[in-house]
């Protein structure tokens, strides 16, 4: 009984600790921050804005519409939205304006017919934004990181290469929390960002710079990681799509900070993006020879298909409650697949999965196969400089001289505090082997589940500092290794986008993307924010 208590006192200590920082959050909104003449960023008038981005290729193919004209369109959007949301970072305009003049003057030549040019470039001229974590050419890659302002990346990471390959034009890079280990996208280089749909509300990270930018149709397709739920977190409270594809089969490389060991296997990079029918096609791209490992190619028969759903955790006392909203969203779905699609609808109660949060933490402190440690959080923050002291951070950040954010000095703070004694990393270990056995055999290669995406929709900036452990919602299935697709739902009665997890068994990313586009055409999928 008595290590049950301990562990019980140091769990509500974390949250106690959170709980007060996110207080200095709170005075922090209520005293500051950007004012805005409206809450939502102004809809979308140009109909380019409004297509996917494999119409936007095809209609660019055939000739129909000028690339420079796609591109402009979006230049103009990001002129005229991006000073609201803050999530490109660092514009490309004019590399973009000439890279789509050559492929319009190459389509005049007319030596190509649209089925080769199609093989050859499935997003031509097609534009493409892309988390800074990520090597662009010529662009930063700080990850947040005051101490690596500026770096400045000389070669495109393999999957943004893959993208330019297959004719996508990058427009610049997007914003992401420092070094990526925080659900608010906000630091010390670039600022926040402000989700479209509520401007006091977060967006979400790591990749939030990413989310919001496609959600205020400034870009059409992006790409994200996800080691915790850093692609569908921002997706989610974003309004969009967003896919974490099985583990090892897109390539990690080019991005900083890149995990290394035993969490390189947990941390995927995927598609963002605010249709469905780009979902598959990106990720064709993306994962380069790892393709292989999928069965995109194969057909699915949604009927045939079975699903199961659960709203909840089971009732972990670190999180919180499933928002009303949410689980009224999910029986809609799930209300519509037993009526309307006729398929088998199951629900189930997973017990484990109230242990989502410490099954991540003991996926984040497994040692590689060669023994070594995973890289210390407070190491990274050092930026392999002079070794921090994070309590002195914290010191610093409140006479307001520190160079990180609160999250980040946080997390150092309690990096040790959460690694478990070997004791309890066994224990947790072989929580999630069962749980990974249970939900693997429940889904076999038919079946999904359908999970919340998050407890809540956006909360307002700084909130996440009193919820620091919500994040365990998508966090559960990097521990998994499962395939997850976030899709959007529709908005709440506040304006809010609400949207659930598909989740599949191991590389059978196929029934997840087919569940989102039948999910998009029975709900309406994304929806323009400050639409009239």
């Known amino acids: 009984m008595a290590p049950l208590l301990t562990a019980r006192i140091q769990l509500l200590l974390l949250q106690t600790i959170g709980f007060l920082i996110g207080l200095i959050g709170k005075a922090a909104r209520a005293f500051g921050g950007p004012k805005f003449g409206s809450m939502t960023t102004p809809p979308v008038i140009e109909p380019l804005l409004l297509l996917s981005g494999v119409q936007l290729a095809k209609l660019i193919r055939l000739r129909k519409v000028k690339c420079i004209d796609v591109i402009q369109a979006y230049i103009n959007r990001i002129v005229d939205v991006n000073p609201l949301i803050n999530g490109i970072v660092k514009y490309r305009f004019e590399e973009a304006k000439k890279e789509a003049h050559a492929i319009d003057k190459k389509l005049a030549e007319k030596r190509e017919d649209d089925a080769t040019l199609e093989k050859k470039w499935p997003f031509l001229g097609v534009p493409l934004t892309v988390k800074e974590a990520f090597q662009l050419e010529g662009m930063p890659n700080s990850s ?173 006392f670190l999180m919180s409650k499933v928002d009303q909203d949410l689980m009224l969203a999910q029986k809609k779905v799930v209300t519509h697949l037993e009526n309307t699609l006729g398929a088998s609808v199951q629900h189930v109660k997973l017990k484990q999965m109230k242990y989502s949060f410490q099954l991540w933490v003991t996926m984040m402190s497994a040692k590689a196969y060669d023994g070594k440690e995973p890289l210390k959080f407070v190491d990274l923050l050092s930026g392999h400089g002079k070794p921090i002291n994070p309590l002195w951070e914290l010191v610093k950040w409140c006479l307001g001289l520190s160079v990180h954010t609160i999250p980040a000095i946080g997390l150092a703070l309690l990096e040790e505090k959460l690694k478990y004694s070997s004791e309890k990393y066994k224990k947790f270990t072989a929580v999630r082997e069962s749980l990974h056995k249970e939900l693997v055999e429940m889904l076999g290669d038919d079946g999904v589940f359908l999970y919340p995406s998050h407890p809540t929709v956006a909360p307002k900036h700084h909130v996440p500092l009193t919820r620091p452990f919500n994040f365990a919602y998508t966090g559960v299935f990097n521990a998994l290794g499962l395939p997850v697709t976030q899709c959007p739902l529709g908005l709440n009665a506040k304006g809010l986008p609400l949207g659930i997890q598909v989740v599949a068994g191991p590389f059978n990313d196929h029934l997840t993307l087919a569940v989102a586009q039948y999910l998009e055409k029975s709900f309406g999928g994304w929806v323009c924010p400050g639409k009239l």
């Open 144 to 316: 947040g990181l005051v101490s690596r302002r500026n770096a400045i990346s000389k070669t495109d990471a393999p999957v943004v290469a893959l993208l330019n390959k297959a004719g996508a034009i990058p427009l610049g890079i997007t914003n992401c929390s420092e070094l990526c280990m925080w659900y608010e996208s906000s630091n010390k280089i670039y600022g926040r960002s402000n989700n479209p749909y509520d401007l006091r509300h977060i967006v979400g990270g790591s990749s939030g710079g990413e989310g919001c930018t496609l959600a205020a149709a400034c870009s059409v397709i992006g790409v994200g990681s996800d080691i915790g739920g850093s692609i569908r977190m921002p997706a989610f409270f974003n309004g969009i799509f967003g896919h974490k594809p099985s583990p090892g089969v897109v390539s990690n490389k080019g991005q900083f900070p890149m995990a290394r060991g035993a969490q390189e296997l947990f941390q995927c990079t995927g598609p963002m993006c605010r249709y469905a029918e780009d979902l598959a096609p990106m990720l064709r791209v993306m994962a380069g020879p790892g393709i292989k490992k999928l069965k995109l190619d194969e057909k699915v028969h949604l009927k045939d298909l079975k699903f199961y759903w659960m709203e909840h955790d089971g009732g972990s």
